[in-house]
């Protein structure tokens, strides 16, 4: 078992969970309209979402490594591509971030849950991320492909439970730093890109 890639991807799943998208926004912005709590099970929704896609990743694409190399390195190299493409759109994307709490609407704990759930289920944007971003990662040349995928998984929720938990506790100051700095979006955006392409580098160089 290789440590050092379990060590990468879970840096590599941190710097994406802090960087800024439609997940942590609305994370965010739940937090800060309707409390600590409704933001923390928005959370709990969306990460217990990713499990779904986990799940097809880790039989579909296992399935694939078994048949062939090449069907592998065309994943991966799909999976670099992928991300390359992700860094270019955020590149060209505006820097401000939206903090706009009025278009927020409230909802109980068990319909933030539902909807966290939902949205990420229903995203085959996330499934494609996950097909681009796990295969990559693979540590062991002795554990199932399912199961180091399933391991994967459940690094990617618990590191993404910490930071966009970390998220709905701190709304109030985060949101208000946001606000004041002008020069956040700009370092975020490029985080990023950085991180993008640093992934997508790291997948292609990857054996199998």
């Known amino acids: 078992m290789n440590y050092d890639i379990l060590y990468t991807f879970i840096i590599a799943s941190t710097a994406l ?23 923390f099970a928005t959370v709990m929704g969306l990460m217990a979402g990713c499990f779904v896609h986990t799940t097809l990743v880790a039989f579909g694409v296992s399935a694939i490594i078994k048949q062939s190399d090449l ?12 991300l390359f493409f992700l860094a270019f759109r955020v590149f060209r994307s505006d820097d401000a971030l939206n903090l706009e709490a009025e278009t927020v609407e409230k909802k109980s704990l068990s ?3 539902k909807q966290g759930f939902i949205m990420n289920v229903l995203n085959p944007k996330v499934s494609i991320f996950f097909l681009a971003f796990f295969p990559g990662f693979l540590f062991s040349k002795t554990i199932s492909n399912v199961v180091q995928f ?14 966009f ?4 506790v701190l709304a109030g100051a985060i949101s208000g730093y946001l606000k004041k700095s002008s ?24 054996e199998k």
């Open 17 to 39: 969970a802090i960087s800024p998208g439609p997940d942590n926004i609305y994370v965010l912005m739940q937090s800060i309209v309707n409390g600590k709590k409704y933001g």
């Open 71 to 82: 069907l592998f390195f065309i994943i991966k190299l799909f999976g670099a591509l992928y």
């Open 111 to 113: 319909q933030l849950f």
């Open 150 to 163: 399933y391991v994967l998984g459940i690094l990617f929720v618990l590191t993404g439970i910490f930071v």
């Open 165 to 168: 938990g970390s998220i709905a």
């Open 183 to 206: 020069k956040v979006g700009v370092v975020l955006k490029w985080l990023q890109i950085i991180v993008f392409i640093g992934i997508g580098i790291f997948i292609l160089l990857s």
